[in-house]
């Protein structure tokens, strides 16, 4: 991917070095002519599977949202904004959206804080490292649905894994499957636990891209550690930092698999719901497609402000 | 050419991201005039299944029959999810444009919604022109697939709740080898079991509001008189229905009872003294538990709710492939197959005339536990509309029967719940009946 781009960080300190390139010599209008040809026929095969099955049902979905269809029926009646209305209204959205938010934030802060604290301590020449990188990695390969069925046994009250190391220290198991913080905290933890290996393998590909020689020159300088991990690090991985935060995000809001299995989205009918699975659970379970489309439609309205909020701070990043 | 950035690519990776999520998540599906009713040819029998019980080997063995006694049809099995749920998504994706199937698995919670708009095939004028006899189907089973005096569907892997109970624990706490008679003997017994059992197993444990407990819990409900509701009109409020609930709540609050996601593993692993299970859940714990393993009728007389899944045809497909599925659907759920089907997976036999078939006596004299739910059968009742006709019904009366179990005000949360499943009525059932 680094190869694949210009020089957006062209200007940033940690990365001045050699002068700026004049640029290739002027060309002529065939050659431009040319270039936008090739690229249009590189473009093409993706930009109509983009327009055939994500485009197209994106409209076709917000369309949906303001119809009252029955999954079942072979009829969509125009409801105008109720399906709006009713959502804003309902008490049910405020758990839905708490939940999307506490399970988002936790996992993509967490995953990426300590797949960034793997990858550092995994980039160093450590024996055995190999091994453990690839045990790290690991549980991302594995199928929600599998690590949803594994994790049910690690946190069950009766006979788990938990319980048993929580009765070792003289603790009583919480009831994971019956109160809703504790059943949020088990999903979450459980996304997290398979999809670190992603965070570290991301950052560790990163370190291992990153020049060397500004961190020993700041070192002979006398900066500390972390002053070199603030001030020299960082920026360096600022873009890797900007393209997890997004990828990790968008695969977190659509966690559905893990909640699925292990939870249903109970305890108390939505103690670990989320905005993908009220789409869910309104589309197939209460047959409101209408609705469904709905909610799936204010997801996308919400996830497209964060996106650019989140290119515009990269953006405010790069100028500053 | 313009040069194309690191945060542009990112930002239009991102926005290509989000989109893909919405479409994704959202249906994205416009509704069609009901599938092509294509695919199959007319001599090829699509069944659609989830394999109840793990059934797709005795299925198979069915098939094979059918096909040797009808050398010109075909009958292709088909994986459609791997429960009733998938098996109706599946269902709902072909109804807006796919292939439609010709015989598909339907629940007791699933039918009713493809029936109410249309895309299930009344039986009922099928029937009569092949004069297939329907006095042979237990009457409580053949009539849940009733809409507007028609039927669309014929009972296939039909299941009821069984009370399991740990026979070396009933013996530990001095009780007669046999289950409560009603909920308020159990009451009595309860303390009794709570002290054999020791502080590190549980006396009765039961499945959540995500995993059926609005299923189990409606035999309490029928048994202080109340209901989940009278035909349409929700009945939560009902005092007697409250008192189920509080009932329920005291049992937790007491710690004579505990919620799991499934309590089938705990009771076989013999840390639970007992529990409300499905017949189908019977081949695994007999197998497994290291214990007695006794199963009784549900307390009180008559209060026991059917379950399970029929199965029904797509009413768009032609009036020939009709006919050939209608021919399968009473070949798979004849006497003989029943049988075959009922004594590999648990399930109940769905003819009445099965039970006095010789192999069927003969199984049930081995296995009295299997005769506990055959004996149950006549007792069995038809759920309550507002669970299992109403969408979302056994999910939204699940929710509220974990916050009771978790101690919030029983009349609160069933008067909401009276509010919630009448506006449901309102807005998704009313204009369509009767339409």
């Known amino acids: ?320 | 050419m313009n040069e194309f950035s690191r945060r542009g690519f990112l930002g239009l990776a991102g926005a290509a991201g989000v989109a893909g999520l919405a479409a994704c998540a959202g249906t994205g599906t416009a509704p069609s005039s009901g599938g092509n009713g294509g695919g199959a040819s007319s001599n090829t029998i699509e069944f659609w299944s989830n394999h109840p019980g793990n059934s797709k080997p005795v299925e198979q063995q069915i098939i094979k029959a059918f096909e040797a006694a009808n050398p010109n049809l075909k009958v292709k099995l088909v994986d459609a999810g791997k429960n009733y749920e998938e098996v109706a998504q599946k269902f709902n994706a072909s109804l807006a444009g796919g292939q439609l199937p010709d015989v598909v698995v339907v629940s007791d919670v699933t039918w009713f919604n493809f029936a109410l708009n249309k895309q299930l095939a009344p039986l009922d004028d099928l029937l009569s022109a092949a004069k297939i006899d329907t006095s042979d189907y237990v009457d409580a089973l053949y009539n849940d697939y009733n809409l507007d005096d028609k039927h669309f569907a014929l009972p296939f892997s039909r299941s009821t709740p069984l009370f399991y109970y740990n026979k070396d624990l009933w013996k530990a706490a001095g009780l007669e080898d046999r289950g409560p008679k009603d909920w308020d003997e159990f009451l009595t017994w309860a303390p009794k079991l709570k002290a054999a059992a020791g502080s590190d197993k549980v006396v009765m444990e039961l499945p959540d509001g995500s995993n059926y407990l609005d299923w189990v819990f409606q035999n309490m409900v029928w048994g202080y008189g109340g209901a989940y509701s009278k035909e349409w009109t929700p009945t939560f409020s009902d005092p007697n229905t409250v008192k189920a609930g509080k009932y329920l709540q005291d049992l937790a609050k007491n710690g004579f009872l505990k919620l799991s996601k499934d309590p089938a593993p705990d009771f076989t692993a013999g840390i639970v003294g007992c529990s409300m299970m499905s017949t189908g859940s019977l081949g695994g714990v007999a197998k497994d538990a290291k214990f007695d393993v006794g199963t009784a009728f549900l307390p009180g007389d008559g209060n026991c709710p059917t379950g399970g899944a029929g199965v029904g045809i797509p009413a768009n497909i032609t009036d020939e492939r009709k006919k050939n599925a209608l021919k399968f659907i009473e070949f798979l759920t004849n006497a003989q197959n029943t049988v075959t089907f009922t004594q590999a997976t648990g399930y109940m036999p769905v003819r009445k005339s099965a039970v006095d078939l010789p192999e069927e006596k003969a199984f049930l004299e081995k296995n009295p536990n299997a005769k506990t739910a055959i004996e149950q059968l006549p007792k069995t009742r038809s759920q309550d509309n507002v669970r299992v006709l109403l969408p979302g019904g056994g999910a939204r009366i699940g929710k509220a029967l974990d916050q009771v179990v978790q101690g919030q005000d029983v009349a609160t949360v069933f008067k909401a719940l009276d509010a919630e499943s009448q506006q449901v009525f309102d807005s998704q059932i009313k204009s369509k009946l009767g339409a």
């Open chain 1, 1 to 320: 991917m680094q190869s694949s781009v210009t020089d957006s960080r062209r200007d940033t300190p940690v990365s001045a070095g050699p002068p700026e390139q004049v640029g290739p010599a002027p060309r002529r209008s065939s050659g431009k002519a040319w270039e936008w040809t090739l690229a249009a026929l590189l473009l093409l095969p993706n930009l109509v599977l983009l327009v055939v099955f994500t485009y197209r049902p994106l409209l076709d979905n917000i369309r949906l949202s303001f119809t009252d269809w029955n999954i079942s029926s072979p009829v969509a009646n125009p409801v105008g904004l109720a399906n709006y209305v009713e959502w804003f209204g309902r008490d049910d959205t405020r758990v839905v959206v708490r939940n999307t938010l506490v399970f988002t934030v936790a996992t993509v802060g967490i995953s990426m804080a300590l797949g960034l604290g793997l990858a550092l301590l995994l980039d160093q020449k450590l024996k055995g490292r190999n091994l453990v990188r690839s045990v790290v990695f690991a549980p991302f390969v594995i199928s929600g649905a599998a690590v949803g069925i594994a994790f049910q046994f690690v946190f069950d009250p009766q006979f788990g894994l938990v319980r048993d190391l929580l009765a070792r220290v003289g603790a009583s198991s919480p009831d994971f499957y019956q109160q809703p913080g504790w059943a949020l905290f088990m999903v979450t933890v459980t996304y997290i636990w398979k999809n670190l290996g992603y965070t570290f393998v991301i950052y560790l590909a990163a370190l291992q891209g990153r020049r060397a020689d500004l961190d020993e020159a700041a070192e002979i300088d006398g900066a500390s550690a972390w002053t070199r991990f603030r001030r020299v690090l960082m920026p360096q991985l600022r873009p890797t930092t900007f393209f997890l935060s997004i990828t990790v995000l968008l695969s977190s809001v659509q966690v559905f698999d893990i909640i699925n299995v292990m939870t249903r989205g109970g305890p108390q009918g939505n103690g670990t719901a989320t905005l993908v699975y009220q789409v869910y659970q309104e589309t197939f379970v209460n047959q409101r497609a209408g609705y469904g489309a709905t909610v799936a439609t204010i997801m996308f309205v919400i996830l497209l402000a964060v996106t650019v909020v989140q290119v515009r701070f990269m953006d405010r990043g790069q100028k500053s």
